[in-house]
């Protein structure tokens, strides 16, 4: 059966809203069964699965990114939450409202915030994770969940050159929601934020445009704010192999709970753009290591060519992130552009919000990460100054919920 879209719903009369305004997840299954003919399954990427969606899925172009601190010590609380943001989920990456957006009972707020309301699903993926400080806060054990905090889920170094913001860094739990309609995946982490009042609390948010990695080398690559592709050499969201090798955990890598996961890591890196636009094209082609037209490599004719290392600049940023150069240490990337206004002083906050998926951090990003701080000589132009590492567990099956291993 075909779900109902967010476009028909909107056309249903306020009675059949309000039959099912009191329970949620029951009005999504009575405006299901009326519908039969939904266009909205065509652009929504399955919700239920092995793997969590937003990993391996096609990049999308919009992304909102959220990090949020647990204000409850109570765990059940926490569990029934996480019980309902799954049911929420299911329903919004189905491109439907979450319970009564419109329809409701007219002395209560609706159940759904509304704006994306006639908006189809657009390829919209929610990915969750759980941070350090969801299992151990200031050596408190809040949720009994101690013993279950998985040895990769480290507190990340200091990196030379890290600028942090605290309140721009961290957070109990994240979620990445990307999109290919920003309203799609502003609308699902304000209404996850709402469902989740009094338990959870927004820490800080991100917003990003312009995906600045793909997960489809077959497509076009995207560029980033400096103008260069990014993500010609990236992991392919196709290839089970190189995904089985660098990005799930395995049940032989750590806790049960999160065998078929991954480890998200997040940067936010402040992109000095007024500085770059006034340096001469050699220089930036000389900080990469590839021409700035059609991506190729030194040494190398074509975009996708294989990367002659030796020919490339010692500092340049693809010769010191290339495998070859970390022992064949890979990571997928996932990142977006985002420009925040300006920062008081004239300048675009302006930046690449990085976002990394591997199997284990301590083997992948702290090692590549502290060669790139080290000596790359991208790093005249750019300062990470917000930061964050999760464990985002497996896919959810039919009947389960967001963390449910890790719960049990
Ligand atoms: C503002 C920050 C960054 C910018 C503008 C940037 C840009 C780029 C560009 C243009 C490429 C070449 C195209 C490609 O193969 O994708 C590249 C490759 C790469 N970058 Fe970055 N990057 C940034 C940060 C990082 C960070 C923090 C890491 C990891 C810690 C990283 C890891 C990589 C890797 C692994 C490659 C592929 C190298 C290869 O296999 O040839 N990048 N990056």
């Given at each position: 059966?075909?779900?109902?879209?967010?476009?028909?719903?909107?056309?249903?009369?306020?009675?059949?809203?309000?039959?099912?305004?009191?329970?949620?997840?029951?009005?999504?299954?009575?405006?299901?069964?009326?519908?039969?003919?939904?266009?909205?399954?065509?652009?929504?990427?399955?919700?239920?699965?092995?793997?969590?969606?937003?990993?391996?899925?096609?990049?999308?172009?919009?992304?909102?990114?959220?990090?949020?601190?647990?204000?409850?010590?109570?765990?059940?609380?926490?569990?029934?939450?996480?019980?309902e943001?799954?049911?929420?989920?299911?329903?919004?990456?189905?491109?439907?409202?979450?319970?009564?957006?419109?329809?409701?009972?007219?002395?209560?707020?609706?159940?759904?915030?509304?704006e994306?309301?006639?908006?189809?699903?657009?390829?919209?993926?929610?990915?969750i994770?759980?941070?350090?400080?969801?299992?151990?806060?200031?050596?408190?054990?809040?949720f009994?969940?101690?013993?279950?905090?998985?040895?990769?889920?480290?507190?990340?170094?200091?990196?030379?050159?890290d600028?942090?913001?605290?309140?721009?860094?961290?957070?109990?739990?994240?979620?990445?929601?990307?999109a290919?309609?920003?309203?799609?995946?502003?609308?699902?982490?304000?209404?996850?934020?709402?469902?989740?009042?009094?338990?959870?609390?927004?820490?800080?948010?991100?917003?990003?445009?312009?995906?600045?990695?793909?997960?489809?080398?077959?497509?076009?690559?995207?560029?980033?704010?400096?103008?260069?592709?990014?993500?010609?050499?990236?992991?392919?969201?196709?290839?089970?192999?190189?995904?089985?090798?660098h990005?799930?955990?395995?049940?032989?890598?750590?806790?049960?709970?999160?065998?078929?996961?991954?480890?998200?890591?997040?940067?936010?890196?402040?992109?000095?753009?007024?500085?770059?636009?006034?340096?001469?094209?050699?220089?930036?082609?000389?900080?990469?290591?590839?021409?700035?037209?059609?991506?190729?490599?030194?040494?190398?004719?074509?975009?996708?060519?294989?990367?002659?290392?030796?020919?490339?600049?010692?500092?340049?940023?693809?010769?010191?992130?290339?495998?070859?150069?970390?022992?064949?240490?890979?990571?997928?990337?996932?990142?977006?552009?985002?420009?925040?206004?300006?920062?008081?002083?004239?300048?675009?906050?302006?930046?690449?919000?990085?976002?990394?998926?591997?199997?284990?951090?301590r083997?992948?990003?702290?090692?590549?990460?502290?060669?790139?701080?080290?000596?790359?000589?991208?790093?005249?132009?750019?300062?990470?100054?917000?930061?964050?590492?999760?464990?985002?567990?497996?896919?959810?099956?039919?009947?389960?919920?967001?963390g449910?291993?890790?719960f049990?």
């Amino acid at each position: 059966m075909r779900g109902v879209s967010r476009r028909r719903l909107f056309g249903y009369s306020g009675a059949t809203l309000a039959a099912g305004a009191a329970a949620g997840a029951g009005l999504i299954s009575v405006a299901r069964a009326g519908d039969d003919h939904g266009s909205a399954d065509e652009e929504a990427v399955p919700f239920h699965g092995a793997h969590q969606a937003g990993i391996a899925t096609p990049v999308q172009d919009r992304l909102h990114f959220a990090a949020f601190d647990v204000v409850t010590d109570d765990r059940d609380r926490l569990v029934r939450m996480l019980k309902e943001w799954t049911a929420a989920a299911a329903a919004f990456t189905g491109g439907h409202p979450y319970g009564s957006a419109a329809g409701g009972l007219g002395e209560a707020p609706p159940d759904d915030t509304g704006e994306a309301l006639g908006l189809p699903p657009a390829r919209l993926t929610l990915t969750i994770g759980f941070g350090p400080t969801l299992f151990d806060k200031d050596g408190k054990d809040r949720f009994g969940l101690k013993a279950k905090r998985p040895a990769a889920l480290i507190d990340l170094p200091h990196f030379p050159g890290d600028n942090l913001d605290p309140a721009g860094s961290g957070g109990d739990i994240c979620v990445q929601a990307c999109a290919d309609d920003p309203q799609v995946a502003v609308h699902a982490i304000r209404n996850l934020a709402r469902i989740g009042f009094g338990v959870v609390s927004v820490r800080w948010s991100q917003l990003g445009f312009g995906k600045t990695s793909s997960t489809t080398p077959d497509r076009q690559t995207p560029r980033n704010m400096f103008g260069f592709k990014d993500g010609t050499r990236n992991i392919a969201g196709t290839d089970t192999k190189a995904l089985e090798e660098h990005v799930w955990a395995s049940a032989a890598d750590g806790p049960s709970w999160m065998a078929g996961g991954s480890y998200v890591v997040a940067r936010r890196i402040r992109m000095h753009i007024e500085t770059w636009d006034r340096t001469s094209l050699q220089e930036q082609q000389d900080t990469f290591g590839r021409t700035k037209g059609e991506g190729n490599a030194y040494g190398a004719e074509r975009e996708h060519d294989p990367v002659p290392l030796d020919k490339l600049p010692a500092d340049s940023h693809v010769r010191l992130a290339h495998p070859d150069s970390n022992g064949g240490v890979r990571i997928l990337r996932r990142g977006y552009s985002f420009t925040d206004g300006t920062d008081g002083l004239g300048r675009l906050d302006a930046g690449l919000f990085f976002i990394a998926y591997q199997r284990d951090p301590r083997k992948q990003f702290v090692p590549l990460q502290n060669r790139l701080a080290a000596s790359d000589h991208m790093n005249e132009y750019v300062q990470h100054v917000g930061s964050g590492i999760w464990a985002c567990p497996p896919g959810v099956r039919k009947g389960g919920y967001w963390g449910d291993g890790l719960f049990s």
